[in-house]
């Protein structure tokens, strides 16, 4: 057998294979779809939900689900971006270094379930935080933290280095030069990743079960002390999320319409997803053509 037809052979065989993951990735993403689409409205994506009455919607799961996601990456963006700048810009090739990424690269991992464990011994036990949303955030910034550093650090590094030296030739501090030139240049690659590790989040569940809660209370949006319970701001209220809604309603089985109110909240929370993902490839080609053209 000649070198062009095992070349043609392999090739026939890895698109073979490709396709058959794409269709079945397709398969799975349509039949969610159908079958929650139709469950979807206005009143699903606003109304609380009922366990022992039909016609509840996901909306206090949804703003959970969307809080909980903003208060992780304030807390998780910040220290991933200087650990990313650290380990990119600063950190020398030692022993200490191949440490810290060998751990990063454990960390990211973990099963979400084993990181919700040490969640809930951490931060709901020992913190003394209970089950709220700064128990699951704190969480998932342990769950989220290494990939998203990981990404940083190898947006920095895609930056070319005459970058750096140009900067420096001009002369700004190195500092300067990481902040001012590199930082900016590394942008599209870095919102890119954020935005994926957002969509992540988003569609995390075995974390939150046992550090977030499993109960929905009601909110009074005119409430807006921090401090009180009732409060849609406050973290140490317990807060169910949209994917920990679907285990809960596919578990307990307490509600009559409990397959229509899962299917429908799976199809919001498939859509959410490839929002995120989508809309994170939009925004970086969309930074990236900026960046060039300027």
């Known amino acids: 057998m000649n070198a062009k037809r095992s070349d043609k052979i392999a090739t026939g065989i890895l698109y073979t294979i490709s396709g058959i993951i794409v269709l079945i990735l397709a398969a799975l993403l349509l039949y969610i779809l159908v079958r929650g689409v139709p469950h ?65 690269e454990i960390l990211s991992s973990l099963p979400s379930v084993v ?38 650090e190898e947006s920095l590094q895609a930056v070319h280095y005459t970058q750096r030296e140009a900067g420096l030739a001009l002369g700004l501090s190195r500092w300067e030069t990481v902040i001012r030139v590199v930082v900016p240049e590394a942008t599209p690659g870095i919102l890119t990743g954020v935005i994926l590790s957002s969509g992540r989040i988003f569609g995390e569940a075995a974390a939150l079960i046992y550090t977030a809660g499993q109960s929905a209370p009601a909110l009074d949006f005119s409430n807006w002390n921090p401090l009180s319970v009732s409060s849609p701001i406050s973290i140490f209220r317990q807060a169910e999320t949209l994917a920990v809604h679907i285990w809960k309603v596919n578990t307990e089985g307490t509600m009559p319409d409990g397959v229509s109110v899962s299917a429908g909240a799976s199809a919001v929370l498939i859509i959410a997803v490839l929002l995120f993902n989508f809309g994170a490839r939009a925004i970086g080609k969309r930074l990236y053509r900026k960046m060039t053209s300027a």
Do not use: C, H
């Open 40 to 104: 979807i409205s206005w009143s699903f994506l606003t109304e609380p939900s009922k366990a022992y009455q039909t016609g509840g919607g996901i909306g206090i799961q949804l703003f959970n689900s969307i809080y909980l996601l903003l208060i992780t990456m304030i807390i998780s963006f910040p220290l991933s971006l200087g650990a990313g700048i650290y380990l990119s810009e600063y950190a020398g090739k030692n022993w200490l270094t191949d440490v810290i990424r060998t751990s990063i």
């Open 115 to 152: 990181v919700g464990l040490f969640g809930f011994l951490v931060f709901v036990i020992q913190f003394q935080y209970g089950f709220s949303i700064i128990s699951g955030a704190l969480a998932l910034t342990v769950f989220n933290l290494p990939l998203l550093t990981r990404t940083i």
